[in-house]
């Protein structure tokens, strides 16, 4: 099979998702997901289980626009869930178990999960509300601020351009500063590492090469299906959508929380679109400031970080197993159907 054909069966067959000193791979035309992480110990822990969306259960719901917006909800709680599931694979109740004092119960792993589950509730509902006021409040209520000042000072009123522009200048320089500042933990770089052995990999599986950590190594970090590219199309998108909502704040912030189903569903469509046609000049201008962004949110990885990469694709490939590991099916919820169903349905939809 030569590198052209390989490409065109390959590319966008799979995705992953960096994990706390793992990645996540899924192939999507089966559902099959992997997760390796490895230990303080060295260790790499894998397992892998079936992950089927809605728009793979209910093909009338694989529609445009329709299927970006369920697709998103999809892979928002697999992302929930997989970085759950790294967090106890990493063995942190054994850590916590054996530091215990003498006498005091010990922790068992349901009840750690059970901890992990409402930190990771909680984490969600605040990180939702913050980035409600960062992204949809804020943005808007300085847009109108600056539109009264220049109202009352020169009696001039921005065109709706130029106040959607500046919105949306202030969501991404928001976004900018969050991912510089979050860039200085250690603990994120390290994910930001294993981000860009995500992107290498999958370079690597795409171009058809074995998948080795010599030919991951010389394959760049930055991807244009990446979820980073995605947020900042949808920023983009923002302010198209901008142009045509009414200047009242209230009514304006809300407006863009009804549109928002939308502007996900045509950002998901753009990054579908620029992962089969990277080579597309209009696409490659349009990805230009995602792929540069992701300066920030990959970074290079070392062969480890390479090797855990490469374990988990492997395994969502089926090319090995995860030993003493059970395969576990998943739905979002809908109920549950056999791999041989959902194997030549996810194909048909794929295809």
């Known amino acids: 099979m030569n590198e052209k054909n390989s490409r065109s069966e390959t590319v966008g067959t799979v995705g992953g998702q960096a994990l706390i000193e793992g990645v996540m791979m899924m192939k999507k035309s089966e559902g099959s997901v992997a997760i390796a992480v490895r230990r303080e110990n060295g260790e790499i822990v894998k397992k892998t289980k079936t992950y089927i969306p809605l728009t793979v259960k ?3 719901l694989n529609i445009p626009l329709l299927r970006g917006f369920l697709n998103f909800i999809s892979m928002m709680k ?11 694979m990493l063995g942190l109740e054994d850590d916590i178990n054996a530091s215990a004092k003498e006498g005091e119960k010990e922790v068992k792993k349901e009840d750690m999960s059970k901890m992990i589950g409402i930190a990771s509730a909680v984490g969600i509902i605040l990180g939702f ?7 949809f409040f804020l943005p808007t209520f300085l847009g109108s601020t600056v539109e009264n000042a ?3 000072q020169w009696e001039i009123r921005l065109s709706p351009f130029l106040l959607s522009l500046f919105e ?3 969501r991404l320089a928001i976004f900018i500063a969050y991912l510089l500042l979050v860039s200085q933990m250690k603990d994120i770089r390290r994910t930001f590492e294993y981000h860009g052995a995500e992107h290498m990999a999958i370079y690597a599986y795409e171009h058809g090469e074995e998948l080795t950590a010599e ?3 010389k394959h760049s970090r930055f991807h244009p299906r990446c979820g980073t590219s995605f947020l900042i199309v949808m920023i983009l998108i923002g302010v198209i959508v901008g142009m045509i909502i009414p200047r009242d704040l209230w009514f304006r912030v ?4 009804a549109m ?3 502007v996900i569903g045509v950002g998901w469509e753009f990054i579908r679109l620029a992962g089969k046609h990277s080579n597309n000049a209009l696409v490659k201008i349009i990805a230009a400031p995602g792929m540069w962004v992701q300066r920030i949110t990959t970074k290079k990885p070392d062969d480890s970080q390479l090797e855990v990469a490469i374990t988990s694709l492997k395994l969502a490939l089926k090319l090995e197993t995860a030993e003493d590991t059970a395969d576990v099916k998943e739905t979002d919820g809908m109920g549950k159907i056999g791999d041989e169903e959902h194997s030549s349905e996810a194909e048909r939809i794929e295809n």
Do not use: D, H, Q, W
């Open 260 to 262: 928002f189903p939308l």
């Open 129 to 135: 509300a913050l980035s409600f006021v960062l992204f």
């Open 78 to 88: 697999l992302s929930m869930g997989t970085l759950t599931e790294s967090i106890e």
């Open 168 to 170: 949306g200048a202030i």
């Open 150 to 152: 220049f109202m009352n």
């Open 254 to 257: 809300l407006i863009r929380l």
């Open 215 to 217: 030919n991951v190594r």
């Open 58 to 60: 209910y093909k009338i």
